[in-house]
């Protein structure tokens, strides 16, 4: 028999899955292109990678490290509040080793954040949060 964290967790896990379909759609109707989803560097991850063309810049875009937070209610904060420095820090030594993995040192690349707060009415509200930190601390 399951126990109750197990469910909780299998809960979180489903609400977070959820969140990134919801982030993913979202980007991707907004011009973005998904590159990656749930990419693992050691014990941490980047929920998406998309790419965003900019046709005005010689480089043609940035590839764009993205942190989804789903929440189902606001009793314990809004969700980007939950982009702690740790969490921030954790991201960059993630996206330095997909850069260097993939060998795109020298892309431009930016951190944003994307908060998914679930509704009972079945309307999520989604707030993109573009440069939302830097690669520096």
């Not at 919801?22 to 998309?50: P, Q, S, T």
């Not at 490290?65 to 702690?84: D, H, M, S, W, Y």
């Amino acid at each position: 028999m399951a126990s109750r964290s197990d469910h909780s967790a299998r809960s979180n896990k489903a609400t977070g899955d959820h969140g990134e379909d919801l982030a993913a759609a979202y980007l991707e109707a907004h011009g973005f292109v998904l590159m990656d989803r749930n990419y693992r560097f050691e014990r941490e991850e980047i929920d998406l990678i998309v790419w965003e063309r900019d046709d005005l810049f010689e480089m043609g875009g940035a590839l764009v490290f993205v942190e989804v937070k789903t929440r189902r209610g606001t009793g314990f904060g809004r969700p980007e509040a939950a982009v702690t420095p740790a969490k921030q820090a954790a991201i960059r030594r993630v996206a330095e080793a997909y850069l260097y993995e993939r060998k795109l040192e020298s892309t431009v690349c930016r951190f944003d954040v994307v908060a998914v707060l679930l509704s009972p009415s079945g309307t999520p509200q989604i707030e993109h949060f573009p440069d939302a930190f830097g690669m520096e601390g």
